[in-house]
């Protein structure tokens, strides 16, 4: 089956710096890449998605890029403000509706 | 929209005691779905449902894990008997078929078993 393999564990970043959060599938045939965001005290929430006909997608200060050849997937988030602070859990989705997910990073954005 | 509705918000209990958490699903979503969080591994799906119907039941961790969703509003998860390293947060999630794919999750439910 599918497994998802997500770093850094945390990360930490001052106020206005770019994050990257790096995940690595082993499924070929999985086709869909979401991103989700876990506030504490919250149910993960997504923020972004891809599927595996594109490259890159963005939304405003969020970005992921998808490599399939190396099946890797990569989360950016560009001028990082303290509410980005959260668990971000990348996933991968290749059979009946099941999501795999990553480990969680944790993310802290120091003002 | 509600969103996913999950009671309870927490939950403690003793060892050895029944319990049961509740999950409804957003209206017209027709996949459910069970996770289980913990430090230690993540999340980690249980169950997940099609049209009421159990599809996948193998991330059940043991027997006195059971899950139900008699109707399309509507699901369980009880723990009989309870132990202390059920203590996790639960999350019950739902997806309809024109979701494209996105899990909408509810809020959790805290469990401690003492």
């Known amino acids: 089956g599918e497994n998802v393999e997500q770093h850094p564990s945390t990360l930490s970043v001052q106020e206005g710096d770019s994050a990257v959060i790096k995940c690595t599938y082993s499924d070929s045939a999985s086709n869909y890449f979401p991103w989700y965001k876990q506030e504490l005290g919250k149910g993960p929430q997504l923020i972004i998605d891809?599927?595996?006909?594109?490259g890159e997608k963005k939304d405003q200060r969020i970005a992921v890029t998808l490599n399939k050849t190396a099946k890797h997937f990569s989360l950016h988030i560009t001028e990082t403000q303290p509410e980005d602070s959260a668990v971000y859990f990348c996933?991968?989705?290749?059979?009946?509706?099941?999501?795999?997910f990553g480990t969680g990073t944790r993310l802290l954005v120091s003002p | 929209d509600a969103g996913v509705i999950q009671s309870p918000r927490h939950e403690v209990t003793e060892m050895g005691q029944e319990v049961t958490l509740r999950c409804k699903p957003i209206?017209?979503?027709?996949?459910l779905f069970w996770y289980r969080q913990t430090m230690m591994r993540g999340l980690e799906l249980l169950i997940y449902?099609?049209?009421?119907?159990?599809?996948?039941d193998s991330g059940m961790p043991e027997d006195r894990f059971s899950a139900k969703m008699p109707n399309a509003s509507f699901s369980t998860l009880k723990i009989q008997p309870s132990e202390p390293r059920d203590s996790a947060v639960y999350f019950c999630a739902s997806i309809g078929t024109s979701g494209g794919g996105e899990q909408f999750f509810g809020p959790g439910t805290r469990l401690t078993v003492l």
């Open positions: 996933a991968a989705f290749g059979g009946f509706q099941k999501l795999v």
């Open positions: 209206s017209g979503h027709n996949s």
């Open positions: 891809i599927r595996s006909n594109v």
């Open positions: 449902f099609n049209n009421n119907v159990p599809i996948d």
